[in-house]
């Protein structure tokens, strides 16, 4: 434009070169737009076409860090094509990229002739459409800039700008003195500083937020932990979505991953994580849960939440944040080996019962009857015959101090030269106790004879 270039003022600004003073207007009907992840913040301006470069001095007269757009690859590309362009009916917009120098007859498709012109944008890289299909049908969206087909041809060397055609249409090279086709989109770079974005997009009481979210006090925690699964809770001191990756902790999935490799579902080590989650829209001071099943029982685990806020132009992040907890144990104890139980001494009135589980815990037994019916599980827990109504002629019960240790029950007060079928019940130490599926029988015995002989009747 002609005008004083302060276009916040908007007094003598007049973006399409006649002279009317129209900027305030157009300001007034601006439409602010950033990328899902925050990483691109864009203005949309309705305003009578401007070639390149006047569209360039309006987006530079915003203030510090705003400028015509540059893109970071194809899939930002994708983004502003359909959400910023196509979304305003357009189908043209002009982008900050020039050919250098300027009036280079020959056409450079590899890009290396093309800048962005926008203070710390990145290196410019381009690929063909045919590159760009390649790398869709291969399961990436491409990380340059897509040309459109046969572009860029630098016709009668005089198209050193670049023109963005949704929708899908790739980017262009055009005569940079052509108007009337292209709208204006201007895209801000906090790298630049000077908080232009809030100035023309306020997001905080007209200043950038640049304070990352906070957990609400006794945020976060674990709540309903079991064998295989457990809850996250979390609550948050502004608005925020989260993103965050589990793992085992004794596979190696206890180191800290980045927030980049959160987002990516991904361990420290660059390994998938074992589960990942999304919390989208988690509203200020309300408590959000991240329910993880199918988990391992009596195993560590870590939880690495990253949270950001939704601030414009530049999404805040907080510190990648850990959360242990240990499902409990929820697998029964079985014996150490065939050789348990064993029964492995028997005299006229008692027997002995050796057993040896894989866990802390404690083992119950019981000699009932040959001719009686085999007890349950919870028959033998409490010493009783099958059903549960009457006392075993012999009960025993002992503590299993640790793992793979042998502990003997001794039986007693059993009737002398008796068949008796004696079975076996343990439960481990977890709260609550798991128990043994079934009852083992050990073997069938019979209580020896004590009684001495005496003289016959004469």
């Known amino acids: 434009g002609d005008g004083d270039g302060a276009c916040g003022a908007c007094d003598s600004c007049s973006i399409d070169g006649s002279g009317d003073g129209n900027c305030a207007a157009v300001l007034a009907e601006k439409e602010c737009l950033w990328t899902d992840d925050g990483t691109g913040s864009f203005v949309r301006l309705h305003a009578s076409p401007p070639d390149f470069w006047a569209a360039h001095e309006l987006c530079a007269s915003l203030g510090a860090g705003w400028s015509l757009p540059w893109l970071a690859s194809s899939a930002e590309q994708s983004w502003v094509e359909e959400s910023v362009v196509s979304a305003a009916g357009w189908s043209y917009v002009w982008l900050g990229l020039v050919q250098q120098p300027f009036n280079d007859a020959v056409a450079d498709a590899a890009g290396e002739s093309w800048t962005w012109l926008a203070r710390g944008a990145p290196s410019f890289a381009a690929q063909t459409q045919e590159e760009a299909q390649a790398a869709a049908g291969a399961g990436g969206a491409g990380g340059a800039v897509t040309w459109a087909s046969g572009q860029p041809d630098d016709a009668n060397g005089r198209e050193d700008c670049a023109l963005l055609m949704p929708p899908a249409g790739g980017v262009t090279d055009e005569d940079c003195s052509m108007d009337g086709v292209a709208g ?68 190696g999935g206890g180191a800290a991953p980045t927030r980049a490799q959160v987002l990516d579902g991904l361990l420290a080590d660059g390994s998938a994580a074992l589960r990942s989650f999304h919390l989208r829209d988690v509203v200020a001071g309300e408590v959000a849960e991240v329910g993880v099943a199918g988990l391992d029982d009596a195993t560590a685990y870590a939880l690495f939440m990253s949270c950001a806020d939704f601030a414009t132009p530049t999404r805040n992040a907080a510190p990648v944040t850990r959360v242990d907890f240990t499902t409990t144990d929820a697998t029964p104890p079985s014996f150490s080996s065939f050789a348990y139980p064993a029964v492995r001494h028997v005299d006229g009135d008692s027997l002995a019962v050796v057993v040896s589980i894989d866990e802390a815990g404690a083992c119950s037994a019981v000699a009932v009857a040959r001719a009686d019916d085999a007890p349950s599980v919870a028959d033998v827990l409490t010493g009783q015959r099958a059903g549960g109504t009457d006392a075993a002629p012999g009960a025993a019960s002992a503590v299993v101090a640790a793992a793979a240790s042998e502990v003997t029950m001794t039986i007693e007060g059993l009737a002398s030269e008796t068949a008796y079928d004696v079975y076996v019940a343990c439960v481990d130490e977890a709260v609550p106790a798991n128990v043994m599926a079934s009852v083992s029988e050990v073997q069938r015995v019979t209580t020896t004879d004590v009684t001495p002989p005496g003289f016959a009747d004469a």
């Open 184 to 251: 204006v989109v201007c895209r801000y770079s906090r790298a630049a500083g000077g908080g232009g974005w809030s100035a023309l997009c306020p997001s905080d009481g007209g200043a950038d937020d640049v304070t990352p979210p906070t957990f609400g006090s006794g945020y976060p925690s674990v709540a309903d932990v079991a064998g295989d699964s457990a809850t996250v809770r979390a609550a948050f001191s502004e608005d925020v979505e989260c993103n965050a990756v589990l793992g085992a902790v004794d596979a």
